[in-house]
């Protein structure tokens, strides 16, 4: 594609690398094929290759305004188009940068921008998410159903500590609400973990990973949010954790693509690209392991219906390892339709665009249920929580079925 983007802005990093993107696409529209957002409304704009040309025309200095904010914020950010993309297009750190000029530019009205400020604030604070969780699950039964429904349905606790000392060490990421919404998530893990002889630790003053900030054009916050981690993570790192282990897929291609936040400064790179070198998703983590010798209980031969999260089939590319993990460990899996569409979770787009990620949510179940299942089971808190509330199967993370087959 041929570019011409305003001068002052080629003279930035931002600059450089959309023109790099925009110069890589060849406006085939096989993305389009492929993009649930398009899907549904069936219009260019709402799709990869008109996002493509928003973005273009607007950094080449062309007018635009709030429509053309609209259909960005329309965009799932989930990679889909760049599984299918056969010339390359990194178009999700396009979008970022589009997203970014434009938040500048064109002012949103009152009640955007307080909502977007709450997001930026509220979510990636897992103080804050404990005290506005617990206030809201007091007063569970007099609230509105569609605030409800957006609630965990069960958060107690199923799975008790281990005093067992283990030979080697890992980072438990906790994140910013996963720790206080779906708790069993990791503590599945610390159980499942442990039976393979690994620690698995908890940092204290470790926070939001960064990825709400960064793609609600807050860049600065989530490079705050990224250098305090990698703060608080390089003393275990230098005693020799092995591996940070995280069990929510967005959180994952966040923190590996941390790199990318700190081009230019000496100090925080290099840390930065060691952090994304030890970040592992827990699959990964398990295929890796001698699974044999964990003490499985009798199979009860429960059917999963397995939800493969975007963030971990398009950003971490582990579609295949997920996969395997189930067949590895003997789980009764039945298939599944339209795995590639997006259930319309993706972080904060269930808040801020409720109508049309519900409309991905029926889908993406009806798509899951097609085998009568008896459990949906997923990688990702925010596809958890999206997909629980839309209906009566059981919705849990992959790990806790693992955690449920072991001997206490």
Not at 6 to 21: K, N, S
Not at 94 to 108: Q, S, T, Y
Not at 340 to 347: F, P
Request: charge should be neutral; charged fraction near 25%.
């Amino acid at each position: 594609m041929k570019t011409s983007l305003e001068q002052d802005l080629l003279q930035t990093h931002a600059g450089q690398t959309a023109e790099d993107i925009l110069r890589k696409c060849v406006h085939c529209g096989f993305c389009n094929a492929t993009c649930p957002t398009y899907q549904e409304l069936n219009d260019e704009r709402d799709g990869p290759r008109g996002r493509i040309y928003l973005i273009k025309n607007m950094l080449e200095g062309e007018e635009f305004s709030a429509k053309t904010q609209k259909h960005l914020d329309r965009c799932l950010t989930c990679r889909n188009c760049e599984t299918t993309c056969p010339s390359g297009v990194q178009y999700s750190i396009l979008l970022d940068i589009g997203r970014e000029h434009i938040e500048k530019h064109v002012p949103r009205p009152l009640k955007e921008r307080l909502m977007r400020f709450v997001l930026t604030r509220f979510l990636p604070n897992r103080k804050w998410v404990n005290l506005g969780f617990g206030v809201l699950n007091t007063f569970r039964s007099v609230l509105p159903e569609h605030i409800k429904s957006k609630l965990p349905k069960d958060v107690s606790l199923r799975y008790k500590e281990t005093n067992a000392r283990a030979s080697r060490t890992m980072i438990g990421f906790q994140g910013c609400v996963q720790s206080s919404l779906t708790p069993n998530t990791l503590a599945a893990a610390k159980k499942v973990l442990s039976h393979l002889d690994i620690a698995l630790i908890t940092v204290k003053n470790e926070g939001c990973c960064g990825a709400l900030n960064l793609h609600l054009a807050e860049r600065e916050r989530a490079i705050k949010q990224a250098k305090e981690n990698i703060d608080n993570w390089w003393p275990y790192i230098e005693s020799g954790a092995e591996t940070i282990v995280i069990s929510a897929s967005g959180c994952g291609v966040s923190i590996k693509d941390y790199p990318s936040l700190f081009i230019g400064d000496e100090i925080y790179y290099s840390k930065a690209e060691k952090v994304a070198s030890l970040a592992k998703d827990l699959s990964e983590v398990i295929l890796a392991e001698d699974t044999a010798t964990l003490p499985f209980k009798p199979d009860n031969n429960e059917r999963l219906a397995v939800h493969c999260p975007c963030t971990l089939h398009h950003g971490l590319k582990l579609k295949e390892e997920y996969a395997s993990v189930f067949k590895k460990l003997g789980f009764h899996t039945v298939p599944t339709n339209e795995d590639h569409l997006c259930c319309g979770s993706a972080g904060s787009y269930s808040l801020l665009q409720p109508e049309l990620s519900n409309r991905l949510k029926k889908r993406k179940l009806g798509a899951l249920s097609v085998n009568n299942p008896d459990v949906i089971v997923t990688a990702n808190i925010g596809c958890q929580l999206h997909l629980e509330s839309g209906t009566e199967k059981p919705v849990k993370h992959w790990i806790e079925m693992v955690a449920d087959r072991l001997e206490d």
